[in-house]
Nanobody
Framework: QVQLVESGGGSVQAGGSLRLSCAAS????????MGWFRQAPGKEREVVAA????????YYADAVKGRFTIAKDNAKNTLYLQTNSLKPEHPAMYYC??????????????????????WGKGTLVTISS
């Protein structure tokens, strides 16, 4: 059973940065589609970024391109999301998710369309002005 545990959330000033982590366990495959999602109060959950660990391809939502970076440390089996230049509209619960699907189906459009099989419980990011 895949388990995902997020950490790194907290309170940050607008314009600041946080690095979110997601410790993954319970699987042995080296190639997996993983992603970060966020859900703001009163809004639907949306994908932020995705990565296919088999080849390292990364995909980003337009709203975060150039500011957020997704990366995977395979030795630690940990997924990261570096968030920079956080905006007041960015506070949300951030979730890590994973799915065993081919790399071609790991784009942000695909993960939003087809969903992910495994989810963490989330880590909260709040932003003060």
């Amino acid at each position: 059973q895949v388990q995902l545990v997020e950490s790194g959330g907290g309170s940050v000033q607008a314009g600041g940065s946080l690095r979110l982590s997601c410790a993954a366990s319970g699987y042995t495959y080296s190639s997996i589609c993983m992603g970060w999602f966020r859900q703001a109060p009163g809004k639907e959950r949306e994908v932020v970024a995705a990565i296919y660990t088999g080849g390292g391809s990364t995909y980003y939502a337009d709203a975060v391109k150039g500011r957020f970076t997704i990366a995977k440390d395979n030795a630690k089996n940990t997924l990261y999301l570096q968030t920079n230049s956080l905006k007041p509209e960015h506070p949300a619960m951030y979730y890590c998710a994973a799915d065993f699907r081919p790399g071609g189906a790991c784009t942000v459009v695909a993960v939003m369309t087809y969903g992910m099989d495994y989810w963490g419980k989330g880590t909260l990011v709040t932003i003060s002005s």
